[in-house]
């Protein structure tokens, strides 16, 4: 059947261009990462937040520990630590960071243009794991800079804003691209099963001992409220955030530089914004939709070959 020629006028382009193959992976990663701060809204409310990611960290475990044993997934042989460093530098560092600023007072606007930084962070460290810059990305990462802030610009809100909130959000930002840059050098080919694990197990023995001291453990999880949007909040936060955004985010760092795939993040704050108008009537205007057509503008002049 293979062999049959082709109707009169009919075409043999594949349905799906294979011009656009690549640029999927990153844009359903961009969708997946951007409802991070969508579900701290959803979840904070409800339970202490490094109680939350205590709960979080071991839901990814429950499921993905029983699968690698099952499926006798290789266990990384030497790299143990390595991948550890990365997982409590990328999970740990990051999350915390960012879920106890927004706890504390942080506007999410101010956070995404914080977090946003990371790009421009990552760039400048490029040439320390081997890797150079061109001038055109460093045209794209300042415009990715630009368009957040343009859209977040309109959003932040400076009510409650601690120096406490700004630092951990500060230290956020030096966790991600630390780990994201020590995963690419040290440890960037490992199978993504048994490293999810061997990162998530390493963060809950880095967060524990702050939650037992900050929280308080046992009265954390007395305090929380397993509310239909808590639970959603902890299921979307274990399988689409903990695996799935992180196995993409894995998966680009194999394939792609590191400034390439930081420079995604400058799609974050957009997405999330639109995510925000259109499931909590957040405030939108020309000034953010201005500010999305930039950090894309950017996003192209960092990734395009």
Known sequence: MSNLPAAP???????FPA???PMALPAFFVLLWSTGF????FGLPYAPPLTFLLL???GVLVILLPLVLLLRAPWPVGQFRQ????????QAGYLAGVWCAIKLGMPAGLSALIVGMQPVLTA?????IGESVRPRQWLGLAFGLLGVALVVYAKINLVGLTVESVLLCVFALLSMTAGTMYQKRHCPQF????????????SIVVVLPFALYYEGLDLALSQVQWTSNFIGALLWSVLVLSIGA?????????????TKVTGLLYLTPPTTAIMAWLMFGEAFNMLGLAGMLVAVIGVVFVVKK
Not at 9 to 15: H, I, T, Y
Not at 38 to 41: E, G, L
Not at 83 to 90: K, N, R, S, T
Not at 124 to 128: D, K, T, V
Request: charge should be positive.
């Open 246 to 258: 992180i196995f993409l985010l894995f998966a680009l760092i194999r394939r792609s530089d590191a």
């Open 38 to 41: 969508i579900v701290a809204k």
């Open 191 to 202: 199978d993504l099963r048994t490293g999810t694990v061997v990162q998530f197990a390493a």
């Open 56 to 58: 979080r960290f071991l």
């Open 9 to 15: 006028g009919a075409s043999n382009k594949p349905v």
């Open 83 to 90: 991948i550890a460093v990365a997982g409590i530098l990328m």
């Open 124 to 128: 400048c460290a490029a040439p320390l």
């Open 19 to 21: 011009s656009l193959a």
